[in-house]
């Protein structure tokens, strides 16, 4: 089981990564880290979709961009193969979860 203390330090673990994503975007005449502006959107979209969502829902919602920044385009050859989805997140997961800690690996196993 997944105590809120628990899952409130992943979801803060989360947005401390996504908070450093260079890019700006524009949300409420406030220029926010893109990826951490995105983790917001889906958040706040999941609660209208599940009031009460699992902590790995709230989790999953909250990651999905994390360090997506680091992954240009430019890094792949042309086609959407080189750029497919389980390319670049197996290259997402292994770039983000070297910023998190051990716990939240262990957290989203159970």
């Not at 994503?21 to 409420?28: F, S």
């Not at 880290?33 to 989790?59: D, G, V």
């Not at 497919?84 to 070297?98: H, I, K, Y």
């Amino acid at each position: 089981m997944i105590t809120q203390q628990t899952l409130a330090c992943a979801l803060g673990k989360i947005d401390a990564v996504n908070l450093a994503d260079p890019n700006r975007e524009i949300v409420n005449d406030e220029a926010l880290p893109k990826a951490f502006a995105y983790s917001q959107h889906m958040t706040r979209w999941l609660f209208e979709l599940e009031p009460q969502p699992s902590p790995r829902m709230q989790i999953a919602c909250r990651a999905p961009h994390i360090e997506r920044w680091t992954l240009r385009r430019s890094d792949f050859p042309e086609g959407r193969k080189a750029y497919d989805p389980g390319t670049l997140a197996s290259r997402l997961v292994a770039a983000s979860f070297s910023q998190l800690d051990h716990s939240l690996l262990l957290l989203l196993r159970k």
